[in-house]
């Protein structure tokens, strides 16, 4: 059954769209959550499970690989760990693929969405309060990687609105981050790129699908404060970076009759400037024939993108 392939049945509202159907190869599918220790981290190369971070919860983490420097995947929003080890084409998935070179991992963020048929919120980590923000989430994932003893350096890769939580992470962390991938990333400039459009906007990307409507632990992000705490966080600093955007466009939800997709896209497009703003000599590498998705697209060129900026901050160091 290695080439079946699984079709997401539903629209998940995720960061900044909705998930296209997507047909999903069954072997690429994440391993089930397994305890495990935080002895064990230091005998395995290779692990999957649920890491205890304190304060009676736990997160599951995936990692694979050796070597420094450490890569981190975040997701979207909504998204959990699935999308790093999903490829519709060019494979092998990011999270193997980059594993060929150096340690990489994933993990979910309480109330995310896994890749299923039907699709069900992950209960492979406790839930927490929502909704949350850019530092709830940061220390959270600073725990976690404390725990499970992957040191840094650490290159960051951000999917959509993970773009947003890695740049926090990396401006709270300045010693900890060397680079960082954006993956078709959400901007901080957004609210003002959109304008009028911003309300309806917010509106569309936080209603979760009807089957999580009434489920309390359903991820739900406060971009407007979390955008706050990277403004008041101090600056950047110089780091390779690595911009990637979508070509094709935006999947149109049904709960977006009132919103202006032409906005929506000028928004993503001029945002994607201001991300390639952020440092200097950054390629911006527009990914022809991709949607939202182009680490499932096209898992080579975020692959690609990754090694370029391991390479250029080897050179920095």
């Known amino acids: 059954m290695r080439n079946h392939m699984l079709i997401l049945a539903r629209h998940l509202v995720i960061a900044m769209s909705v998930l296209p159907i997507l047909a999903l190869h069954e072997s690429c599918r ?25 304060s009676g919860r736990k997160l599951y983490l995936m990692c694979r690989g050796k070597g420094q420097p450490a890569v981190i995947l975040e997701s979207g929003y909504h998204e959990s760990s699935d999308a790093w080890v999903t490829a519709d084409a060019f494979p092998p998935a990011v999270l193997p693929g980059v594993a060929e070179f150096t340690r990489v991992c994933a993990y979910d963020r309480p109330g995310t969405a896994r890749y299923t048929v039907p699709p069900q919120i992950n209960d492979r980590s406790t839930p927490a309060p929502m909704p949350r923000t850019a530092e709830a989430i940061e220390a959270d994932l600073h725990a976690l990687l404390g725990a499970a003893r992957v040191s840094p350096p650490y290159i960051l890769v951000g999917h959509s609105l993970g773009g947003l939580l890695v740049r926090y992470f990396a401006q709270v962390h300045p010693d900890e981050v060397i680079g960082m991938v954006m993956v ?31 489920d309390p632990h359903f991820e739900r992000i406060d971009v407007e ?27 149109r939800p049904p709960n977006a009759t009132q919103l ?14 201001e991300l390639v703003r952020l440092q200097p000599e950054t390629p911006h590498i527009k990914v022809t024939g991709s949607d939202h998705y182009i680490q499932v697209n096209q898992p080579d060129l975020v692959i690609q993108s990754i090694r370029l900026v391991i390479e250029r901050a080897g050179k920095l160091q």
Not at 35 to 47: G, H, R, T, V, Y
Not at 260 to 273: I, K, P, R
């Open 30 to 54: 994440a391993e089930e959550p397994a305890a495990i220790s935080n002895l064990q981290f230091e005998k395995a190369d290779d692990f999957s499970g649920a890491v205890d971070i304190g």
């Open 184 to 214: 078709d990333a959400f901007p901080i400039e957004m609210r003002d790129l959109l304008g009028a459009e911003w309300s309806t906007y917010r509106t569309v990307i936080d209603e979760p699908i009807p089957d999580f409507v009434t």
């Open 225 to 251: 404060a979390s955008i706050a705490e990277i403004r008041k966080a101090p600056g950047l600093k110089k780091m390779p970076l690595v911009v990637l955007s979508k070509t094709e466009p935006f999947a």
């Open 260 to 273: 202006s997709f032409d906005s929506v896209e000028q928004a993503w497009l001029e945002g994607a400037a």
